[in-house]
């Protein structure tokens, strides 16, 4: 089964704390894509990142950064020095090779307090 | 990238009524993708619509409640028929981006209210 688990439902921080979003995936394919994406209350959903399956480098964009390990099927993302513009519920995405379906987590709500 | 625009943006709807969403993209795609996003909840695949071609739809999903056409590669409509409570949600089209097929690019989204 292809699957994407989101665990955290609901995460409060105040503003300048550090904050980890967990993403762990199940998926029998040996060639895949994962993806994190920002919806703020505007609805409208934000590229964040992608990551293939071969690509195994942890990635630094200016305080996000993505923690991507395959030993553990988990695709973390992580914000440094959180903002309140950070609010916004992330999803994390997988898909599967040979498709141009994706798989979506059920999304972590961040809200960072002023 | 891929630029995306819906029309409308957001709209309150009496029950049984219909309201067909626009999506236009600014260059040309083999696909696009229907998704609704229920409050609170995430993205579900309602369709694949292909230009010249029927939808694919998902299970759950049916040709008469969200009927879609795809006149030509930059632009499709979803429709949602005989509305209800239980529709109201965000609709949203996705399409793949160009040049790195594997991106993707999504509208900004109907938000439908059905009272």
């Known amino acids: 089964a292809q699957k994407v688990t989101q665990a955290q439902t609901e995460i409060s921080v105040v503003e300048k704390e550090d904050v980890t979003l967990d993403c762990v995936y199940e998926t029998r394919d040996t060639t895949y894509y994962l993806f994190w994406y920002k919806q703020p209350p505007s609805g409208e959903l934000v590229f964040l990142i992608r990551?293939?399956?071969?690509?195994?480098q942890n990635e630094i964009s200016g305080r996000y950064s993505w923690n991507f390990q395959k030993s553990t099927s988990s695709f973390n993302f992580t914000i440094t020095a959180s903002q309140v513009v950070d609010s916004a519920v992330y999803f994390c995405a997988l898909k599967p090779s040979g498709t141009y379906k994706y798989i979506f987590g059920t999304g972590t709500r961040l809200k960072v307090l002023a | 990238s891929a630029v995306i625009s819906q029309k409308p943006s957001r709209d309150i709807c009496q029950r049984g009524t219909s309201l067909t969403i626009q999506c236009q993209v600014d260059?040309?795609?083999?696909?696009m993708f229907w998704y609704r996003q229920q409050p609170g909840q995430s993205l579900t695949l309602i369709a694949t619509?292909?230009?010249?071609?029927?939808?694919?739809?998902e299970s759950g999903f049916v040709i008469d409640k969200f009927p879609i056409s795809r006149p030509n590669l930059t632009f499709s409509t979803l429709t949602v028929s005989n509305m209800s409570p239980e529709d109201s949600s965000i609709y949203l089209c996705r399409t793949p981006g160009q040049g790195f097929p594997y991106e993707q690019y999504f509208g900004p989204g109907t938000r439908l209210t059905v009272t």
């Open positions: 260059s040309q795609v083999t696909m």
């Open positions: 990551r293939n399956s071969f690509d195994e």
């Open positions: 619509a292909n230009q010249g071609s029927e939808a694919t739809y």
